[in-house]
């Protein structure tokens, strides 16, 4: 933790009669327990000195399952009745812990009377939430809940399941609202969710929902053009009483009547996670449709006459299919984070995680090359673009938005000259997985073509900078340093020589916490640095503390500063156009390998029982495929996602629930060979964390 912070310069008069309920989450640097008292330091540098009493209640943070995990044994002679013995239990030195309750204040006397204290760990340095089980219980709870609202008790899904019951907007009980309004891009990206939930699970249910939902959405959504080398998807479908109708323009308020390319991008969120999964190469051929889309309709290339900067034009006209349409309004020849960005976490890297290296034995051989190698184009100039537009020097944000010629645009809309926390965690959490890409394509490549494998290393270098940097400048502008979790939309010059300036309100936004944790975690992996794995953790606490509805097994979407949820308005849904089982999933996914892979690549022993040799927090995990039974080739892709080179290894594989020997798979290698009577079945694979070598410098 950092130290306080200077005093300010003004002094006001002391407060009478002030009160102020609140949630802090700190540091233990002292202990009382005869006082029933205790020294909170938060990450501001901020000391607050609590009491204790006879209604303070102890509790360790609960997971979606809400079974109460509070293993802290009780010390010598214990009294559960005394507020100062409860205080030697569960309030330790050095210890991350939250704590709720009301500050008071009148004529300089202050105190903090600790309502409610929740910890983070039943054992020192032991979190709940870096447990092998604890994000794989999240993530099949949030699945089973949502094809429980959906489907209720079904456990078989066909596509007419969907055809029939889904719907994009459900209120906070997934109950479905009025609308009866369909949304393609929201579909896909539950597809995504429940295809990550069968990947770490191997959950049947899950999967056959996949594959029920993408049926439905290429179906249903898909428009081809007349030579059929081209996919858009029409943004939903609503029922009414005569039949449905299919709408083609979005009707988000921000795009409205236009074609956004973000969500053509989330249409292929779930259909390159299913085809991780599965192989099937009819829904990789949509997928390289929709990019052929991307790259003659949106792409700013000098051949169409815009300028030709690079990048993609975040909006088109749905009548011309052109981005300088006078309609467009705000959004004509405009490029922004989303149009630039949003490729690498959508679709980009989970596609090219599929595809690379290149399916082997198969008829799907060509059509997979020529896509890897757009794929490989596009993350190269996003990545680049990023890396070279997106920074500003005057502030603490990137700039998101901007005009044809790549000149910032401070003026859009609502954004204006303001900054969205997410999105910035979101481009550090990114560019650090490219940096990991490049770093492994430079071994890969290094005795054929040492120069360019040492400019892939050059590049994740600058990559990685960018990176910390962002994440050092969140950190100091974009986090609540009281209560942990980060801020929404913050102003990009505060006034009056203030730190930090609201937007709106001092709130926080679910999938902003996601982008946080990650980029926490995965600059971990590389810098190394202790503080970036304490602030991860402040991040997974806040989340776990006060986004998870337990009630109705769900996601708050949006929390109030102290982690109260915000269940007013569209705010009250559990699903909706920015909310859709994707976020959460992702979460619960990549928080479970990068743990394993980056924070905990030894395990743990536990030594109470007098067992050191007995693993209480294995480093191994286990991903689940299921290769298509007519699948175009017979090679699988199993990488969990762009890691540094060497980080893993694979240390077991089991085809059909029969394992392989040692010597039937390279451990090295991340392509498995199947036998044409293989496909159809479930592949497990399991994989060894090895460890992380010095900062800047990837795994072992």
Known sequence: MPEPSAAPSTQRPPRRNYTQSMSLLGIVTDVQAKDAAFTLRCRSGDVFNMRASSETTFSVVRNMDDLDVDRVPDPEGFDPSSANDRIRKYVTLGALIAVQGVEIEHLGTTRFDARSVILTASRPDQFVFEHTHWWLTQIATFADQWLDDLFEDRRSYEWDDFAKLYRTNLNILGQPLDDKIQECATLSRLIYGLSSSYLLTGGERYLLAARAGVKYQRETFRTLSHDGRYCFWQFGKRQRDRGAVMIMPSENPDDRGSIPLYEQIYALAGLCQYY????????????????????????????????????????????????????????????????????????????????????????????????????????????????????????????????????????????????????????????????????????????????????????????????????????????????????????????????????????????????????????????????????????????????????????????????????????????????????????????????????????????????????????????????DAHCAHTTLNVLPDFLPPGAVKIHRVTVGGIPRGTGDFNPHHFQIDLKPDELGQQVVVEFEPLGVKEAGHGAA
């Open 276 to 627: 991780r999964i599965t192989g099937d190469w009819e829904v990789l051929e949509d997928v390289a449709r929709t990019v052929k889309s991307f790259e003659d309709f949106y792409r700013d290339d000098p051949t169409f006459g815009y300028g030709g900067t690079g990048g993609y034009f975040s909006h088109i006209d749905y009548a011309t299919r052109r981005p300088n349409a006078a309609v467009l309004g705000q959004n004509r020849l405009r490029k922004n984070w989303n149009s630039i960005g949003d490729h690498i976490p959508a679709y980009l890297i989970n596609l090219i995680l599929a595809l690379d290296p290149l399916p082997e034995n198969g008829k799907d051989r060509a059509l997979a090359e020529g896509l890897l190698a757009t794929c490989r184009k596009i993350l190269d100039e996003t990545s680049t673009l990023i890396l070279e537009k997106f920074p500003d020097r005057t502030s603490d944000f990137v700039n998101e938005r901007f005009h044809a010629d790549w000149t910032p645009d401070h003026d859009w809309g609502w954004q204006k000259n303001r900054g969205i926390v997410g999105h910035n965690f979101k481009i550090a959490w990114n560019m650090t997985r490219v940096a990991n890409y490049l770093r492994a394509d430079a071994a890969r490549i290094e005795r054929e073509d040492v120069a360019k494998a040492g400019d892939n290393r050059a590049r994740a270098g600058k990559l990685e900078t960018l990176a910390a940097d962002i994440v050092a400048r969140m950190t100091r502008a974009g986090i609540d340093q009281l209560r942990g979790g980060c801020f929404d939309a913050l102003e990009r010059a505060p006034a009056e020589g203030l730190p930090i300036a609201f937007a709106w309100g001092s709130t926080k936004d679910f999938w902003q916490q996601e982008q946080a944790v990650l980029a926490y975690l995965i600059v971990y992996g590389t810098t190394r640095d202790p503080d970036h794995l304490a602030l991860a953790r402040e991040m997974m606490s806040f989340w776990n503390l006060h986004f998870l509805d337990h009630d109705n097994r769900g996601v708050f979407f949006r929390t109030t500063d102290d982690g109260l949820p915000v269940i007013s308005g569209a705010y009250s849904q559990k699903a909706g156009h920015a909310v859709a089982g994707y976020h959460s999933f992702e979460l619960n996914y990549l928080a479970h390998v990068y743990i394993r892979v980056y924070v905990r690549p030894e395990g743990e022993s536990c030594t109470e029982t007098g067992r050191s040799n007995f693993p209480l927090i294995d480093q191994n995990f286990c991903l689940y495929f299921r290769p």
